[in-house]
């Protein structure tokens, strides 16, 4: 039972490159979300999906996209990186039912852009 | 918008102290309140979760829940080395899957 998976661990990208973060889980979760993570920012949330084949944008959605690719899968779409989302993101996921709502995150990926 | 209010710290206590950490909220609907812990480098990993007003122990922590005042917090008995990390409280609504995180209270250990 591996949890939350995300590849890569680190990636470095040029200004206007494109990459798509991978995460997956393996625990049934019907909940999965995106947050980026900066110095004195906190987790703030990008986008999220409350079951598979709905996505929702949350608080800093822009310049990016996601795909719920089945209820494991949910990733992370960079199409023209720029330098403010030099970050680490994490991927997380949830039951989402009942009272269930803790969230279990993976290991994240470190992305600079220059 | 919701807000959820941490001291950044960091907050140095001696070993086997108790380390106090406290959170507050702005949203009086929120139902659903966690506590991560996440090393440096790492990523956030989840200690406690509370629902209701009162206090929720599981082995050296408790958690404490006061709606009436928008206030959660986590107290460490017997603090270890170990427990120094950034410390993230989480607040989320009932019935909902998001929930906003604070920045974090750097907790420091002194052996």
């Known amino acids: 039972n591996a949890g939350v998976t995300q590849t890569p661990k680190f990636q470095v990208l040029k200004t206007g490159q494109s990459m798509t973060l991978q995460c997956a889980q393996d625990?049934?979760?019907?909940?999965m979300y995106w947050y980026r993570q900066d110095p004195g920012m906190g987790l703030r949330l990008i986008y999220y999906?409350?079951?598979?084949?709905?996505?929702d944008k949350g608080e800093v959605p822009n310049g990016y996209n996601v795909s719920r690719l089945n209820k494991r899968e949910f990733s992370l779409r960079l199409e023209s990186a720029a330098p403010s989302q030099t970050s680490v993101y994490f991927c997380?996921?949830?039951?989402?039912?009942?009272?269930?709502?803790?969230?279990?995150f993976g290991p994240g990926t470190r992305l600079t852009v220059t | 918008q919701k807000e959820v209010e941490q001291n950044s710290g960091p907050l140095s206590v001696p070993e086997g102290a108790i380390a106090s950490l406290n959170c507050t909220y702005s949203?009086?609907?929120?139902?659903?309140f966690f506590w991560y812990r996440q090393y440096s480098g790492k990523s956030p990993e989840l200690i406690m979760s509370?629902?209701?007003?009162g206090d929720k122990e599981d082995g050296r922590f408790t958690a404490q829940l006061n709606k009436a005042s928008q206030y959660v917090s986590l107290l460490i008995r017997d603090s270890q080395p170990s427990d120094s990390a950034t410390y993230l409280c989480?607040?989320?609504?009932?019935?909902?899957?998001?929930?906003?995180f604070g920045t974090g209270t750097k907790l420091q250990v002194i052996p």
């Open positions: 949203d009086r609907g929120s139902q659903s």
């Open positions: 997380a996921s949830s039951e989402g039912t009942g009272d269930m709502y803790e969230q279990y």
């Open positions: 989480a607040v989320g609504g009932g019935g909902y899957q998001k929930v906003t």
């Open positions: 625990m049934n979760h019907n909940s």
């Open positions: 509370i629902y209701s007003n």
């Open positions: 999906s409350a079951s598979e084949g709905t996505t």
